[in-house]
């Protein structure tokens, strides 16, 4: 059974630093990439950063990549995003999700920072997202 927890949303102060989490498991053969994603309310999904699970190369959405950090943990199947200095903007739930597929991968980091509700939708494994609220 494939799954996929993210942790670590709250409440912050703008300007504050926060630290999401993600572990995937279940997944045969691993994973190729793993990418978080939000979602503001009234707004579509937005890609925000991608790393390949192998090599580490990381994506980010142009206009984010001075304040997002994408990171791994490749033995514990995790995933991290890292966000200094939040914004208001930030405010969002923020997903993790795992594929399987080159293809989709690289697709996909192509697509960082594009608001589209298809974003991400081939990828095979979601979590059910973690709120983050960036209080002015």
């Known amino acids: 059974q494939v799954q996929v927890v993210e942790s670590g949303g709250g409440s912050v102060q703008s300007g504050g630093r926060l630290r999401l989490s993600c572990v995937v498991s279940g997944l045969p053969y691993g994973t190729y990439c793993m990418a978080w994603f939000r979602q503001a309310p009234e707004k579509e999904r937005e890609g925000v950063a991608l790393i390949l699970t192998v090599g580490g190369v990381r994506y980010y959405a142009d206009y984010l990549r001075d304040r997002f950090t994408i990171s791994q943990n490749t033995s514990a199947n995790a995933v991290y995003l890292e966000i200094e200095p939040l914004k208001s903007d930030d405010s969002a739930t923020y997903y993790c999700?795992?594929?399987?597929?080159?293809?989709?991968?690289?697709?996909?980091?192509?697509?960082?920072?594009?608001?589209?509700?298809?974003?991400?939708?081939?990828?095979?494994?979601w979590g059910q997202g973690t709120q983050v609220t960036v209080e002015s």
């Open positions: 999700a795992a594929s399987t597929n080159a293809p989709d991968c690289l697709s996909t980091a192509k697509a960082l920072g594009v608001m589209d509700h298809k974003i991400g939708q081939q990828f095979r494994a």
